[in-house]
């Protein structure tokens, strides 16, 4: 599990990170149709990681944490799925990804709006936690410490769960893979017709960099990749890259059923009840490091921005007069 990537890493080139046609242009205008009919022919899917707990927010389900007006996160991403189909005629699926913590408060909430079709879940696997010394680690409470052991998981959960092959032997050819807590990452037919348009597997949403820690996209040994913070060499100048990836992906739903590519485990080590644990997990971003992306700079801030991330209860208040610009320019709210 060495997490520093050996080799060549460069920041990502110029024309690497390709920007959005300005809205109302002639380009956006055929993107945004090309977008429309796939939506309207059940051609694209959502699907949302929401097996997080709020730590931060107390320790409850981040889905069930109350967002923006009233509307907790998942009320939001199912008025989401509402607002595209008043807009295209159909409502895409909308694949939620719980875990161990998150999945039965999940379920009750959804109640009977959970048809398994169009809104459905899946859970991720559940991992233990070791001691420095690779014993298995105990709470205080004496039992085995589990956790979801990160969102790399998605595409073996998603497999096994039979939805990818029922999406796809019902017409289902792209699905955008998007974290809970970041409602501006909402499904829009311009970034549908925008991941088509290019011709590869997988695109990858990219905002001006402010002082953020995560994936950033970089060329290593040549080839267009997402690494994360831990995994970029000493010395490596984070301010020459000028953008980060804000997790949220567009992905062939055809090259996620064949990939076969092996995942690579990180360490990572948390403090639980006091103690260091320690933990390994995978990384979506890894996608990149198989499939042949392509980075869309996406905005940042305004109604049309694609990144409005929510950790903690200060974060979120800051957030909502965001939240309710760009949700309200979506007819989301």
Avoid at 78 to 103: F, K
Avoid at 179 to 200: F, I
């Amino acid at each position: 599990m060495r997490n520093v990537v050996a080799g060549e890493v460069r920041p990502a080139a110029a024309g690497d990170v390709t920007p959005l046609p300005a809205a109302g242009s002639v380009e956006a205008a055929a993107l945004v149709a090309v977008g429309e009919a796939a939506l309207a022919a059940g051609e694209v899917g959502l699907v949302v990681l929401a097996g997080g707990m709020a730590t931060r927010m107390g320790g409850v389900v981040k889905a069930l944490v109350e967002a923006v007006d009233g509307l907790t996160f998942l009320d939001v991403r199912l008025r989401e799925m509402a607002a595209l189909e008043r807009r295209v005629g159909r409502r895409p699926p909308l694949y939620l990804m719980t875990s161990h913590a998150t999945d039965v408060p999940i379920r009750e909430r959804l109640g009977a709006r959970l048809d398994g079709d169009a809104v459905a879940t899946f859970v991720q696997g559940v991992e233990r936690r070791r001691t420095p010394a690779g014993d298995v680690f105990l709470d205080d409470a004496g039992l085995p410490s589990e956790y979801a052991p990160g969102h790399g998981d998605l595409v073996d959960a998603l497999r096994d769960s039979g939805l990818l092959a029922r999406f796809i032997a019902g017409g289902g050819r792209q699905l955008m893979l998007a974290n809970l807590d970041n409602l501006g990452a909402t499904l829009d037919p311009l970034l549908v017709g925008w991941h088509r348009s290019h011709g590869q597997p997988l695109s990858v949403e990219c905002v001006d960099a402010a002082g953020d820690r995560g994936g950033w996209p970089v060329r290593w040994n040549d080839r267009l990749v997402i690494l994360e913070d831990f995994r970029l060499p000493a010395g490596f100048d984070r301010a020459q890259s000028g953008v980060f990836a804000t997790n949220t992906f567009h992905v062939d739903a055809g090259a996620l059923a064949a990939y076969d590519a092996p995942w690579t485990w990180f360490r990572v080590e948390k403090v639980v009840d006091g103690r260091v644990a320690v933990q390994r997990e995978r990384l979506l971003g890894e996608l990149t490091s198989h499939l042949d992306v392509r980075f869309a700079h996406v905005p940042r801030d305004g109604e049309g921005s694609r990144f409005i991330p929510v950790k903690d209860t200060a974060q979120l208040a800051a957030a909502r007069p965001r939240l309710r610009q760009a949700l309200g320019a979506r007819g989301i709210l």
